[in-house]
């Protein structure tokens, strides 16, 4: 998968695993990522699909936390929730939502399969381990997208590793780019009530 990768992102990662702030910062990252999806929805969709992103990317931010602990780069911690919101949106059907194709998605899945696998995670159960013990909440499908796909913002060609856009436009390959030294968590997204890219 191609993703960016600026001094917000690390800005992201300071907050969700520092005390107190991290609260705040998971609270905002999902509010800026649950945005971020429903713009590429359908309008008549989006409030339909909005307690169901907020739930399912407040677990996400669980599983970025945990990515991180098992000694992922920061770069793989994040693709790793994004490969989670694909199989997710691509067991709904929304597929306009989708970063990847259908057919990259086994490939994505391999990459991380050990982890995917410690913590139960599969294209149909894209939380495994990480679902909240409540549940999340449902969302109606629209299965007649997968028929044939509508891919409006996928990006294929990119399954074979995690491609990371730095701010000066060079595509790294394979996330292991070094972190910045005093990264202010205030600067996170959602932190700093500025729009932002995930």
Do not use: C
Not at 17 to 40: E, Q, R
Not at 68 to 83: D, K, N, S, W, Y
Not at 125 to 152: H, I, M, Q, S
């Amino acid at each position: 998968m191609k993703i960016r990768q600026n001094i917000r992102h690390w800005a992201a990662k300071k907050a969700l695993t520092t005390p107190v702030v991290g609260d705040v910062a998971n609270d905002k990252l999902v509010d800026l990522h649950t945005s971020i999806f429903l713009n590429k929805a359908d309008e008549e969709r989006r409030e339909e699909r909005r307690e169901h992103l907020d739930d399912f990317f407040d677990a996400t931010m669980d599983t970025y936390v945990d990515a991180l602990q098992a000694g992922f780069a920061e770069a793989e911690a994040r693709e790793i929730t994004h490969v989670q919101a694909n199989f997710d949106f691509f067991t709904h059907g929304w597929t306009e939502m989708m970063e990847i194709p259908a057919d990259e998605l086994e490939e994505h899945y391999r990459r991380y399969e050990d982890f995917f696998t410690e913590h139960g995670i599969t294209i149909d159960d894209p939380l495994g381990g990480f679902r909240p013990a409540d549940g999340v909440a449902d969302a109606p499908e629209t299965p007649e997208r997968l028929k044939p796909p509508e891919y409006a913002n996928a990006l294929a060609g990119f399954a074979d590793d995690v491609y990371v856009e730095t701010d000066d436009g060079e595509t790294v390959v394979g996330g292991d780019t070094d972190e910045p030294e005093d990264v202010d968590p205030a600067t996170a997204p959602g932190l700093d009530e500025e729009e932002a890219r995930v």
